[in-house]
């Protein structure tokens, strides 16, 4: 499998919702879906190394038969889900946490356009997965056995349109509804029974066509709703009734990938190819947003934005290069920012900031007053084809990283 420079971009709706809230104390080594069990991508563990030995740290095991792609890890109960695309398949399975197969289950139809290969994070919540493939299937599946609860064909349904990347989302889950993003004419924000499947909303009054993007769900001024983008725009949607509330627009080329931060009544919304980032403002009554400030510099493509301690920390393409910026969250001013990263996929955990590169390079990253500072880096072995795009995981002491077919798994426990 090859890739084109110019379209990996766009794999991963990959990319994040940050929030300051903290977990409770005694909270289970779990990380349920993308971006963790509050979809910060900010994990709850403590104890872990602040410095890796010379070489990285401690290889646990590894497995070698992921499939091709990039999709992420949910980690419940004992069990690590994750997909990848097996010749025509796109397949659904489960290991336990030493790295022994448990079951594999399928989900439509592999990806075979451009830049081929999973992408979405299966979503575990009361015992199942739900699961968006490429090619537009949403299935739902017992956790424990893989077996098929419901699926859903969103083109024949709603109409999808598959951009240049076909779709990518990792679906959000709130009380008894699926949300996702089909941009079809007949649905392009929808509601879906998590138990069945059927339909409970579908929005098509916004030519909202999908973007690649994760969506967030949030309570502002006492409405619950959920933020997403589409192709031109950011967008806030009603969970109840499925209404639009705010629109603004934003993005360039139909991508805009990188997920919104919500924090405190603000949204942070970024996207590549010098589309740059920027801060809005949700106004009480939720129906509508104005702007606070605009970064053409910090145009955050697919790797994640976290917010950490009032600040922003992600990366940025333009200016001949790709740097890692810390931004304060309030006014946009840049604190630091270090070129020597390349393009990268962040994590956080135990005040420690995780950089994978797509280039397999992994780096370890301290949060100082001044921004933060490399500590340790390794190289994690080659395991396929294509750029090392999955977003790292953090749970229960260890360090999941990905690399196309296979899957690396390393203790980062302090001794």
Not at 210 to 224: D, E, K, L, N
Request: charged share 20%.
């Amino acid at each position: 499998m090859r890739i084109a420079k110019n379209t990996v971009a766009a794999l991963l709706a990959v990319l994040p919702f940050v929030s300051l809230s903290a977990a409770e104390p005694g909270t289970p080594a779990e990380w349920p879906e993308f971006h963790g069990p509050r979809r910060d991508n900010i994990s709850t563990e403590k104890g872990l190394l602040k410095r890796w030995p010379e070489g990285g740290p401690r290889m646990i095991w590894k497995y070698s038969q992921c499939g091709t792609g990039y999709s992420g890890f949910a980690i419940v109960d004992g069990m690590i889900f994750t997909a990848g695309d097996f010749d025509d398949d796109e397949m659904l399975f489960a290991l336990t946490t030493d790295g022994k197969p448990v079951w594999k289950s399928r989900n439509g139809e592999s990806w075979q356009g451009s830049s081929p290969g999973c992408r979405a994070t299966p979503t575990y919540v009361d015992g199942v997965l739900y699961h968006m493939n490429p090619t537009g299937t949403i299935g739902a599946f017992e956790a424990k056995s893989g077996k098929p609860v419901w699926s859903v064909n969103l083109k024949s349904r709603f109409g999808t349109r598959f951009g240049t990347w076909a779709m990518s989302e990792n679906l959000a889950v709130d009380g008894d509804k699926v949300f996702c993003m089909p941009g079809g004419a007949k649905g392009s924000v929808v509601a879906l029974d998590k138990r069945t499947g059927k339909t409970i909303w579908a929005n098509a009054e916004m030519d909202g066509r999908a973007a690649y993007c994760s969506p967030v769900v949030v309570t502002h001024g006492g409405t619950r709703q959920l933020i997403t983008m589409t192709q031109r725009a950011a967008v806030g949607i009603d969970v109840k009734t499925g209404k639009l509330l705010w629109s603004h627009p934003h993005g360039r080329y139909g991508q805009n990938t990188t997920p919104p931060t919500y924090h405190d009544g603000h949204v942070f919304i970024a996207c590549g190819h010098s589309a740059g980032g920027r801060l809005l403002k949700i106004h009480p009554d939720s129906r509508s947003v104005t702007q606070v400030w605009y970064k053409k510099e910090f145009d955050n493509c697919h790797g994640d934005v976290i917010l950490v301690d009032g600040r922003l920390y992600g990366c940025g393409c333009r200016l001949g290069g790709k740097s890692l910026f810390c931004v304060d969250f309030l006014t946009g001013e840049t604190k630091h920012s270090d070129r020597s990263l390349g393009k990268i996929s962040l994590t956080c955990a135990d005040g420690m900031l995780y950089s994978l590169s797509n280039k397999r390079e992994m780096s370890l990253l301290e949060i100082t007053p001044e921004g933060f500072k490399v500590v340790s880096q390794f190289k994690i072995p080659k395991g396929g084809e294509g750029p090392s795009l999955c977003h790292p995981v953090i749970c229960g002491g260890r360090l999941y990283l990905r690399h196309d077919q296979c899957l690396y798994v390393y203790d980062i426990k302090a001794k």
